[in-house]
């Protein structure tokens, strides 16, 4: 390692911290560490994992079979829209941004965030969030009109317990949280990268992150001007979105997905940094086409905000926005299509490594273009018109948000765990893992693309007993239990992993972006040294002195 | 090394958010506008050349920020503080007329219950009204700190910051006196 300075500007945090052995519970509440907040984060997001898991399993007990009684009508609303609810906004939100608190810094040379106490604010604020969401069970009644909440079901007339008053102000709590973290997250990768590091070779994961933040910027203020409009409604009795009073339920829907599909780009985009630091990595090449990659993502943000009718054709908006949206969507298929040849492109000659880590890479890459195939058949209207509000649009999202960023997300844990804690965790275990999870993904949710286009609605608590139904319900409900076993399978490995796995050492996947020449752990300062940066795989650069930079 | 400084940029990107934040109330202003039935009740209840005289002193208030600033870059201590303390009285003169508004309106029953009016208004009015009273809040500890004590560089940012939060809050006022006060004649 050369003499380069670091990155300077920040006050260490907790410098007069004793060890890491003798820490104390009140040094985690008190941190404005970027890693602590970020294993907070991971280990927040894990619990509601379970929450929200739980609730499907729920689902897809009283799904079982045709007529059952399991769950009353009125629990089954409440579980699927806390189900929802959850898992886009305590689990799938909050987990990448706790991968982005815990990776940035370190991908880029800092010592900690910019604003380490915002951080930390935008951290509790979510937590709190989350914990009033779960509070609403307290009053009698959770929210119970879906995740996305449309008016005027979600008014008082309709919802007349508190359920959705804990929802809207959860959510505001949670969006404020996300919005710190954006600004954070894009603060410091401006100014805190190390010298040569420049944005044309910024690791990519750290490229989407800083993409993704501007989208969350541009998006979750939607949710929060729509979620203040339906408070008042309730609390005031005003009539944004209620007809009575001349107010509009559509505009409501408008609000929410120029808020929601972009919602889906940021629980997917920082999955693909994830594809892009993994794949290479494992294929021991250097990403083919850097800056396809890094530019489809900023199409991708630009498009993602300019198609979120598509949610509403079954609406009746008119033909001119059905062609407008149907197109827009159409297109946002390309620069997707470009990341996923790059991918391949990238493992195409290589040496790859068929690590856990890699497996789930494969996965995603698998399985998220089966999602994404299905999503662009929403864009054809009349197709959409046949499949909306049924199992088809279940089975799509849950390929593109389980199939596709939880593999990735699976990817990075195996990843980046032994960077976090020191220790890697079993690749035996870790291929259980991956076995179960796969097939149980794909066999809770390939059958029910069958059972949409066969009919079946979602969010219906039970059905006829229609030829096939009961089957292939009882099919997806099996392989809901066996994906909810391979989560226990990871929450297992993880705890063997912690106490006996092998040791990891700096650098154990022979990785070639800057977190890997931290310590494993990093200490609280992240670096002693930073190695220079003059080209985009510094640790590889500094192994081959003297050889063509890449 | 820090290519900007940390509290501008972090100020900037939050004011980013703010402004979709307000785009997506004012919208729902000017739908609502365009589509209600019955008589427009800001006509009726409004007047405009009152709300134009507070608003001129919310405007003033980024004019004499403006000079606190300049004073704080000469190391002018007493004139910081000064013009600091006026642009906090005129930003309370605003707030005050605001009050004496809404009371007026809530005494001729005009409430976000009884129509679109009232639920728009207060909605868009209210928010942008809540954000000059956070402005005053951080305007009220840059005073307190300025009679404690000499402000740092860092500390000098964060006024810089301050003010460029109470700059897009007049912005904001800006483009809702010309949807809603204005516009009544339309």
Known sequence: ?550 | MTRFSTGKLAAAAFIASEAVFFAFLIAAYIYYRVNMQGPYYGRTYLDPPRTLIFTICLLASSGTLWLAERNLAASHASGFRLWLGITIALGAVFIGGQGWEYYGLITNNVTPERNLFGATFFTLTGFHGFHVVCGLICLGILLLLAFRKRFTETEITGVGAVSMYWHFVDLVWIVIFSIVYLAVWI
């Open chain 1, 1 to 550: 390692m050369s003499d380069v300075p670091l990155t300077p500007g920040l006050i260490p945090a907790e410098a007069a911290h004793g060890s890491r052995e003798a820490s104390h519970w009140l040094e985690w509440i008190a941190t404005v560490d970027h890693k602590r907040i970020g294993i907070m984060y991971l280990v927040t997001t894990l619990i509601f994992l379970i929450v929200g898991g739980v609730e499907a399993l729920l689902m897809r007990i009283q799904l079982a079979w045709p007529g059952n009684t399991f769950l009353t009508p009125e629990e089954y609303n409440q579980i699927f829209t806390m189900h929802g609810t959850t898992m886009v906004f305590l689990v799938v939100v909050p987990l990448l941004l706790g991968l982005a608190n815990y990776l940035t810094p370190l991908m880029i040379g800092a010592r900690d965030m910019a604003l380490p106490r915002l951080n930390a604010f935008s951290f509790w604020v979510f937590l709190f969030g989350g914990i009033l969401l779960y509070l609403s069970f307290m009053s009698g009644h959770a929210p119970a009109s879906g995740w996305f909440a449309y008016a005027p079901l979600s008014e008082k007339g309709y919802s007349t317990r508190y359920g959705e008053d804990y929802w809207a102000l959860a959510l505001l709590g949670i969006g404020v949280g996300t919005i710190g973290t954006a600004i954070n997250l894009i603060v410091t990768i401006v100014n805190l990268r190390t010298p040569g590091l420049t944005i044309r070779r910024l690791p990519l994961f750290v490229w989407m992150v800083f993409v993704n933040s501007f989208l969350i910027l541009a998006a979750i203020p939607a949710l929060n001007a729509a979620l203040v409009m339906l408070l008042i409604d309730r609390q005031l009795n005003a009539h944004f979105f209620t007809h009575v009073g001349g107010g509009s339920p559509i505009l409501w829907q408008h609000y929410f997905w120029a808020f929601g599909h972009p919602e889906v780009y940021i629980m997917v985009l920082p999955a693909f940094g994830i594809i892009s630091e993994v794949v290479p990595v494992f294929s021991r090449k250097p990403i083919f086409g850097y800056a396809f990659v890094a530019a489809s993502t900023v199409a991708i943000a630009v498009l993602s905000l300019g198609v979120w009718a598509h949610h509403m054709f079954a609406v009746g908006l008119g033909k001119a926005w059905d062609y407008a949206f149907g197109g827009a969507s159409l297109l946002i298929a390309v620069p997707t299509g470009v990341k996923i040849f790059n991918w391949i492109a990238t493992m195409w000659g290589g040496a790859i490594r068929f690590t856990t880590s890699m497996l789930f890479a494969l996965a995603f890459l698998f399985t998220f273009t089966i999602g994404g195939l299905s999503g662009v058949s929403f864009a054809a209207w009349p197709l959409d018109w046949q499949t909306t509000d049924t199992y088809y649009v279940v089975a799509h999202m849950h390929y593109v948000l389980f199939g596709g960023t939880f593999f990735a997300v699976m990817a990075a844990t195996y990843y980046w765990f032994p960077k976090m804690s020191g220790r890697m965790l079993s690749e035996r275990i870790g291929r259980v893992h991956f076995v179960l999870m796969f097939i149980g993904f794909h066999m809770t949710f390939f059958i029910q693309h069958i059972l949409g286009l066969d009919g079946m609605p979602r969010r219906v608590w039970t059905y006829p007993n229609y030829p096939g139904w009961g089957v292939m319900n009882m099919i997806s409900t099996i392989g809901a239990f066996v994906l909810g076993f391979s989560v226990l399978v990871l929450l297992w490995n993880i705890f063997v992993s912690l106490r006996s796995g092998q040791m990891a050492g700096a650098n154990p996947w022979e990785a070639w972006t800057l977190e890997w020449a931290a310590p494993s752990p990093p200490p609280e300062h992240n670096f002693d040294l930073v190695p220079p940066v003059h080209g985009r795989r510094p640790l590889w650069d500094l192994a081959h002195p003297g050889e063509a930079q890449s």
